[in-house]
């Protein structure tokens, strides 16, 4: 049997950042991680790089159009209506507390998540090997546990009816609202920034009962801290999110012995950039457009659906006709163009000769279309075929591969995206120091956000201690989407 693994995800956490905090002798647990593993400092995110589809990439090991979670706010076509996973309070409130506690907890789970890939709880289980975590927007697995409400949630949810049971892994624990056992745990899932705690606590009672093989400890504190004060002002969310993981390590027995039982991979969701101007894209399109409010009664009426997504947004045409959707989207284009804010715009183009939909993406009056196969390939070994201007995206070649060192693996990350099931017609990616506002007209100007196709928003650490068959040099370039990979190969599970 090969050791256990801990998956330990940091939200937003930034290599130069890591790396500053252990160096200055505030996070002694990832210090030692660093001494002893490999570090990937550049591992590439989703797009868009928010915490829903990131969160995904890790869990299944498909980018969006497999698993289809395609943003941290979208628009559902077929009921009509706006998915919001907790943007921020104000926007959560918009939609309605209950509803979007419903669409994060459960529906991203038990109905958005396509049942057609394996999460790696659920594969994992399948091999015989017993899985755990602690609070993880993705962690659909084959254990069933009913609702166990405490605090306040329990209100909200009775009176809202809330009854469901999910599956998730052998030891779930998601605050108030589910948890294999009983824990001397304060569940704080209502208040973002103060749930590191809970995952240490609940890490002490998995490792001192030895109840996992695989356990994947969440640390999402870092995340909220970076909104709040910039990336660069996290030393101390990082040095608490070190404490919290110290916590499983000390009832593991220490750093010796815990190393001696377990393979570590330390990781993030995506990465932060400062943001300093916020970009009010639902205001912008609704001065020339009818965009569909919240809950309104009558969605029959809008002409579009608007879903900022950090500094990213999707934009939905609501038309049917085919001309009529065309000449619409060709002036919200324009119109989005010409707005400050806007960096990239992205989407499927059918314009080809054969009416194969090929990607098309637009920067500055530039445009660049590309599909599979072709005589170049990317970092990553897929073959592309490009028609346009590489400018766009920045893409040289170099050693007979195209890569972009301002949009990291740009080409399957914009393709993924557009080919969700759930995406719009548009995706915007924000220009460098933008944010979108929310729902709740919300942004992060002097703090931090993601979102981005950016490199900024996307490059995050990826390290490996004691992981078993791991090559660093296997890939030119790690996406979040090859950590499922290399959790099967350590358990020696065939993929
Ligand atoms: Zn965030």
Known sequence: MSRKLCLCVVDSLRTDMLLRTAEGGRAPNFATLLSRGELIPDCVSAFPSVTPVASAEIATGRRADGH?????????????????????????????????????????????????????????????????????????????????????????????????????????????????????????????????????????????????????????????????????????????????????????????????????????????????RLYDITRVLAEDWLVQEPNTAHP????????????????????????????????????????????????????????????AVERAGAVLRFWRGGATRDLRGVEWTLDGDPGVLELVERDGCLLSERYPDPLSRIEAALRSPFAGDLLISCAPGWECADWGGQAHLGGGSHGSLDAADSLAPLLAVGLERFDPAARRQWTLGDVAGLIYRHFEIEQ
């Open 300 to 359: 029959e009426l809008a002409e579009l659906a608007v879903s900022p997504t950090g500094r990213a947004a999707w934009v939905y045409l609501l038309e049917d006709d085919h001309d009529r959707a065309a000449s619409l989207a060709s002036r919200v284009r324009t119109k989005l163009a010409q707005t400050p804010g806007t960096d990239l715009i992205a989407y499927l183009d059918s314009s080809r000769a054969d009416g194969a939909p090929v990607v």
């Open 68 to 276: 289809w979670v395609p943003g941290m706010n979208w628009y559902h076509r077929a009921e009509r209506r706006y998915i919001e996973y907790g943007s921020s309070f104000e926007a959560t409130r918009t939609f309605g507390l209950f509803r979007a506690l419903y669409d994060t907890v459960y529906n991203m789970n038990m109905a958005h998540l396509s049942s057609e890939v394996e999460t790696v709880f659920e594969r994992l289980a399948d091999a015989g090997i017993r899985t755990a975590c602690t609070p993880f927007l993705i962690y659909r697995g084959r254990t069933r546990h009913e609702l166990g409400l405490e605090g306040i949630l329990r209100r909200a949810a009775s009176t809202a009816r809330f009854d469901h049971a999910v599956w998730g892994p052998d030891e779930l624990f998601y605050g108030e609202l589910y948890a294999s056992r009983r824990v001397p745990c304060k569940p704080t899932l209502a208040r973002p920034g103060t749930r590191d705690e809970y995952s240490g606590c609940v890490g002490e009672t998995l490792a001192r009962d030895d109840l996992y093989d695989f356990v994947l400890f969440s640390l999402p504190d870092n995340d909220h801290h970076c909104h709040s004060h910039g990336p660069a002002a996290s030393l101390d969310s990082i040095a608490h999110a070190d404490a919290n993981f110290g916590r499983l390590v000390e009832a593991s027995g220490g750093i010796e012995q815990f190393l001696a039982t377990h393979a570590v991979i330390l990781m993030a969701d995506h990465a932060q950039s400062d943001v300093e």
